[in-house]
């Protein structure tokens, strides 16, 4: 909560707004700093697998062997560094450690989303045989919104969902980065062993960027939904892998930029 003046209709009112929580997750390999995340804090644990995973550090949840967060130490960023320690056959070397990721919130991993470097990790098209009905996916934006706790009293953050064929909802996550609620859910995903995601869509509140469809296609998903626009490299990459991408999915409408097989009539 914090003070503010709202200015409406020519006057000026003294009122307590909420704010979208933003503080930076550190992830540490054993004592290497391998990325600095601005997030929303929550779900930690969840935000680091599943970051270690789309970014292909680990490709099984027995990979990871720990995941400490530094929440009950006297440490100045108490909260703010999660250290993860991985299977040995997982051990990255030291070029890719010295790294360093700086992902902002708005961006995803910034000068790392290049079409090139997802073609090189040999990622496999998703589920030819996945579908979904058009007016399942319509009621989709509407569930989100309503199951989206924190938007509704800041208004300041996105949200991700699994979904499956029938239009329930799996799992939200919510994050002041896109990218972020993505790798939360993914995150979850694999903890509680259900990767690939190969029979459930993925629900974004904002648009429908690479870093997004990269990540998807990572879990198995065949099918990303969002209320916004895509990018044209996404567009390019969803077409490239197969993958279904729709965009603007509001009201009574949507455009289908890639896979339109998947989404069929009942």
Not at 33 to 54: C, I, K, N, Q, W
Not at 132 to 156: C, H, K, N, W, Y
Request: hydrophobic share 40%; with cysteine; glycine share 8%.
């Amino acid at each position: 909560m914090t003070q503010v003046s709202e200015w409406d209709s020519g006057k000026i009112l003294r009122k307590e707004d909420y704010l979208a929580a933003e503080e930076p997750l550190e992830v540490r390999v054993g004592d290497q700093p391998l990325s600095v995340t601005m997030r929303t804090p929550g779900d930690d644990f969840e935000l680091a697998s599943g970051f270690l995973f789309t970014e292909g550090f680990v490709q099984r949840r027995d990979q990871i062997l720990s995941l400490e967060s530094n929440q009950d130490t006297e440490e100045p960023s108490r909260g703010n560094v999660m250290r993860v320690e991985i299977a040995p056959e997982c051990a990255v070397d030291s070029e890719k450690m010295r790294r360093h990721f700086f992902v902002a919130s708005s961006c995803g991993i910034c000068g790392k989303a290049s079409i090139d470097s997802v073609r090189a990790r040999t990622l496999q098209p998703p589920n030819p045989r996945f579908r979904i009905e058009p007016e399942i996916l319509l009621l989709l934006p509407d569930l989100l919104r309503a199951s989206q706790a924190v938007f509704g009293r800041t208004g300041g953050l996105h949200a991700a969902a699994l979904v499956d064929a029938r239009g329930k909802l799996l799992v939200v996550r919510e994050d002041i980065g896109r990218h972020n609620a993505v790798d939360k859910v993914i995150g979850w995903a694999l903890r509680e062993d259900r990767l690939p995601l190969s029979d459930s869509l993925l629900l974004v509140s904002g648009r429908g960027g690479f870093e997004i469809v990269q990540k998807a296609i990572v879990a198995g998903l065949p099918v990303v939904a969002s209320v916004s626009a895509p990018s044209s490299l996404a567009v390019k990459l969803a077409r490239e892998l197969r993958l279904t991408l729709v965009g603007f999915l509001r009201g009574r409408r949507f455009v289908i930029y890639a896979g339109e097989e998947r989404v069929t009539e009942a």
